[in-house]
């Protein structure tokens, strides 16, 4: 591997890193905050249906009481106007009025006793039908979920980008140099330091690379060291056999 390669795998892991991460963490956080409009987005559409049970009722109650068929069809046409309403029946004994299409999926539905008071006897007229709808909620939610997405996605791009680059600046490019250097390191070129050209600010401690590099720097020194002690071992040792041999000849002699 070469030092080129070095650096792109350590950057590739980062960023696959980073991207990882980060798409967890969005994915997380915009399930939350999905899951929170989906609740107020359905108690808005609950809130409707209680204002409706509420308020609308009696007048719908009378109006079937004294079967003003034209009353009720105003009353529920105005009923399907309100928030997120999509379909209303009235069921009363032998006919329906309805206004709106119904729908059976995502849906919320309620049905509603009606009954009317004459001479203090409650009398039961039909049952209100009401459906609303989820649809437009569902549609809010995706188009928000594809929005926070495609923003997270280009800004977590970009950000990685700027990492990989600011990385490749400040660590992979001197992992390189450190890399090519103990790489080609021999007893020829011991004495030539290790040198990484980098712009510390004084008073600043010494970071990582600096301590890989000054550990580098100092094995070369103690191993240059013990060679030279292996060396002077050496001529010893040559000078104790000459004088050694010397001796031996001129004992022979």
Known sequence: ????????????????????????????????????????????????????????????????????????????????????MQYVKVSFENYNLEAGVPQQENVISRQIPLSYNFNNEEHKLGTLYLVATLQNV???????????????????????????FIFQILVTRHLSVIAHYA???????????????????????????????????DMRLNLSAEIEEHEKDKEKIKSSLKEKETLLQEIHH
């Open 1 to 84: 591997m070469n030092k080129n390669e070095l650096g792109g795998v350590i950057a590739k892991k980062l960023i696959l890193r980073i991207l990882l991460c980060s798409s967890l963490i969005t994915l997380l956080f915009t399930s939350w905050q999905l899951y929170s409009d989906y609740r107020i987005g359905r108690n808005h559409i609950l809130e409707t249906l209680d204002e409706i049970e509420n308020s609308h009722v009696n007048t719908i109650s009378r109006s079937v009481w004294t079967s003003d068929r034209n009353q009720l069809t105003v009353q529920l046409d105005g009923i399907l106007q309100l928030h997120e």
């Open 138 to 164: 569902y549609s809010r939610l995706f188009d928000k979920a594809l929005f926070i997405f495609l923003t997270q996605g280009i800004k977590t791009f970009l950000v990685s980008t700027f990492i990989f």
């Open 183 to 217: 790489k080609n390191l021999t007893f020829e070129n011991l004495g030539v330091p290790l040198s990484i050209k980098r712009t510390n600010l004084k008073g600043n401690k010494a970071d990582e690379l600096e301590i890989v590099a000054n550990a580098i720097n």
